[in-house]
């Protein structure tokens, strides 16, 4: 199955209920048969994406400050003592990441694609020796991008926050 990257809506009156749960997973989950939530699921391309953009995998550490790192794999942790990855993005940020993603040309990230960096970086998933399929993943990247940047304008256009769950 693999680590799987989900990216959820919560408004900030549901946000103090979400991190006071008892039972994180169980309340986002609650939280997302909610009417208007928007959600987005990347699958297993968030640190290929990751790695794309900012030349190194999240796995391994992230570049602090960087709303490119950040409309990945959050801004700030819930737990860190938890076994699972659940961060979140506040309002401010979401925004600021929408504007930023506005402005990209992805296709400038393709450019310069080369499988060979992936696999010596040990990027997730662990795809990179199917040079054949070269041209669908960098299809699975555009459109997971793609895909995210709908995602966060909805979510700035609304006020919200954005929970980022990585498993």
């Given at each position: 199955?693999?680590?799987?990257?989900?990216?959820?809506?919560?408004?900030?009156?549901?946000?103090?209920?979400?991190?006071?749960?008892?039972?994180?997973?169980?309340?986002?989950?609650?939280?997302?048969?909610?009417?208007?939530?928007?959600?987005?699921?990347?699958?297993?391309?968030?640190?290929?994406?990751?790695?794309?953009?900012?030349?190194?995998?999240a796995i391994y550490g992230a570049p602090e400050d960087n709303?490119?790192?950040?409309?990945?794999?959050?801004?700030?942790?819930?737990?860190?003592?938890?076994?699972?990855?659940?961060?979140?993005?506040?309002?401010?940020?979401?925004?600021?990441?929408?504007?930023?993603?506005?402005?990209?040309?992805?296709?400038?990230?393709?450019?310069?694609?080369?499988?060979?960096?992936?696999?010596?970086?040990?990027?997730?998933?662990?795809?990179?020796?199917?040079?054949?399929?070269?041209?669908?993943?960098?299809?699975?990247?555009?459109?997971?991008?793609?895909?995210?940047?709908?995602?966060?304008?909805?979510?700035?256009?609304?006020?919200?926050?954005?929970?980022?769950?990585?498993?």
């Amino acid at each position: 199955m693999g680590m799987l990257a989900a990216y959820q809506e919560i408004k900030k009156e549901d946000f103090k209920i979400l991190s006071e749960s008892d039972d994180f997973f169980e309340t986002l989950e609650d939280l997302e048969e909610k009417d208007g939530t928007e959600l987005c699921n990347i699958d297993k391309m968030w640190d290929a994406l990751h790695f794309l953009i900012n030349g190194l995998s999240a796995i391994y550490g992230a570049p602090e400050d960087n709303i490119l790192s950040e409309f990945i794999i959050g801004s700030e942790s819930f737990d860190e003592e938890a076994e699972e990855f659940a961060r979140y993005i506040p309002t401010e940020k979401v925004v600021e990441i929408a504007k930023k993603l506005n402005e990209i040309n992805f296709q400038d990230y393709l450019k310069d694609f080369d499988m060979n960096k992936f696999a010596e970086n040990g990027i997730y998933p662990d795809i990179w020796d199917y040079t054949d399929e070269r041209e669908e993943i960098m299809d699975e990247l555009s459109i997971s991008f793609e895909n995210l940047r709908k995602f966060y304008n909805k979510v700035a256009e609304n006020k919200n926050i954005v929970v980022v769950t990585i498993c």
